[in-house]
């Protein structure tokens, strides 16, 4: 199987976005508690209930840990346990996963002997909402925990544990990236474990194609296409995912062609090596 494109409403969440996203044939969301002011989920029901959409035939990811309307961050019980009600009830059916969103955000608040025994009460909060029926399964999203305040190990000592990791990867934050293509890292991790592995945000929020260096363009030859740039993410070991804005139909459309497009293997290790030291 090949790259599967998932539709991010981290930016847009509108009701426009997410109708363009499931005119053209997507079928794969994630959002979060905090995305679109806490209501990304209602938008999304919203447009498939009109488009008269088997809501159950998407696949849905999203992710808890910050608040809609403050954005504090918290990993207790309560508030993990609230914000998963009320996906719940804003989607009208359960999730197929279930993240923990940014737990480094917390724990970097915490000394590094209690951050181990606050991760395994997050874990057991998690394995207890997908065993209330919230979510199929459980996983972690990561802007920059994973090496840094915890290892996937940490979350995976009682079952069931994490079925999937979402972490960033562009070019221009390419960390994980470039320790997947010389098998080390999270992404290498996960995929020994069987687990799934989603790269958000390839395009970095749209940074790659706007503001990239000459040398990086040329290299990639952008041309302000994300083709380039999303097949080097695409080609990288162990990704199955990418999720990323779906704010237009022509961007939809060079996304999908991206993923039909293969980056040449020395290609990516020269590129990643070079922008991740």
């Known amino acids: ?164 990791i979402m972490v960033p990867g562009s070019v221009l934050s390419p960390r994980y990236l470039y320790e997947a293509v010389n098998a080390c890292g999270p992404i290498t991790d996960a995929t020994r474990d069987s687990l799934g592995v989603t790269v958000a945000a390839p395009l970095a929020g749209g940074a790659v194609l706007s503001a990239p260096s000459e040398n990086l363009a040329r290299f990639l030859s952008l041309a302000h296409s994300p083709v380039p740039a999303l097949s080097v993410v695409a080609s990288v070991p162990g990704v199955d995912r990418i999720a990323c804005g779906m704010s237009s139909t022509a961007h939809i459309t060079a996304n999908l062609q991206a993923l039909q497009e293969t980056a040449v293997p020395e290609k990516i290790a020269k590129l990643l090596q070079a922008l991740a030291t």
Request: glycine share 10%; with cysteine.
């Open 1 to 164: 199987m090949g790259v599967t494109l998932v539709a991010g409403l981290y930016r847009d969440s509108s009701l426009d976005a997410i109708d363009t996203a499931l005119c053209s044939g997507i079928t794969k969301f994630d959002a979060a508690s905090n995305y679109g002011a806490g209501g990304a989920h209602r938008r999304l029901r919203e447009v498939a209930t009109r488009r008269d959409i088997d809501f159950d035939t998407l696949e849905i990811t999203s992710k808890i840990g910050f608040t809609p309307k403050n954005g504090d961050h918290s990993l207790d019980e309560d508030t993990l346990t609230q914000s998963a009600e009320q996906i719940r009830k804003d989607l009208g059916r359960s999730l197929d996963l279930l993240y923990v969103h940014n737990p480094e955000v917390t724990l970097a608040t915490l000394p590094s002997h209690r951050r181990l025994a606050k991760i395994r009460e997050c874990v057991r909060v998690m394995r207890c909402l997908c065993g209330e029926g919230l979510a199929r399964a459980w996983g972690i999203a990561s802007w920059n925990g994973f090496g840094q305040y915890f290892d996937l190990g940490n979350w995976q000592e009682e079952e069931p544990g994490p079925a999937g």
